[in-house]
């Protein structure tokens, strides 16, 4: 088997990507927030609060006739920015881009925080990290990767994200057509559930690289890239105007302020990220104050390559034993 959908940036600044997916008989269509950052599986539902529905579609387990609800099970999450959710349990058929399960754990949203009311074009996240991060208790649940797994032609998936255009989830099967070169696949350490990976290193514009190993998480439900205070400060130094507001939570620098590619590496391979995806997005609608898209990490305790990292690459999820992780250009 195998499975192909679309990654379509809900905004101007690629803030999320949602990617269609069915669920239930009849199918039940909903965007979903893929997220290699966590391992639940939830959807704003029929037992969603009405005031905190804000037009995104809803899973109605009623009216489908293949729901079943499982008993006594709830579920809770907070993610890395702050954002929370939590509910009931229900299993029931879910479709991504072809490939189905049967029997997947879908967790109906009774209370979501206010900036995923907020968030209008997001119907729910899929977790596609570790199912040892799953948070349904009594019994934790499987995510649709892993329920998917055995049934695949490869046991892998990959991210084509792309800055304001569409890209592709791929399950089962590395598309050759959606990179250049070779891929170079580096260890991955899945404790506690995060595809966490070292890179080589970094370097600032047209400077020199310095080769230290630098372990974080590839997150495709982040936006931007978290990476130690030392890497941040010697980036933003290169930008005039740049300074560290603590008003807008990070580095903020002037929109007309010429800004440096930042390069990372995995093994002997560099990864470029235009200055286009650094220069993240004024502060307010029409501002001339701009948010940078490398923040420091010093506030989360973890490093983190998310969207504005993996948009400069096609990534290889590999779910084999053990598993790992491949980047290759693009
Ligand atoms: O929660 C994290 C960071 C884990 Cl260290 N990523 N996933 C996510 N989903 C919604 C916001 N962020």
Redesign the pocket.
Known sequence: DTGSAAAVPIDDVDIAYVTPVTIGTPPQTLQL?F?T??SDLWVFSSHTPASQVRGQEIYSPNKSSTAKLLEGHTWSIT???G?ASRGNVYVDNFTVGGLSVAQQAVQTAQQVSSSFTSETNIDG?LGLGFSTLNTVSPKSQLTFFDNAKASLDSPVFTVDLKAQAAGTYDFGFIDKAKYTGEITYVPVNTNPG?WTFTSSGYAVGSGSFSSQSITG?A?T??SLVYLPTAIVTAYYRQVSGATNSRNYGGYVFPCSSALPTFTFGVGDARFTIPSSYISYSPIAPGSSTCFGGLQSSSG?G?N?WGDVALKAAFVVFNGANPPTIGWAKK
């Open positions: 927030d997220d950052g966590s993610y890395g920015d954002s996240l995060y998480i997150d439900g982040t989360l973890i983190i």
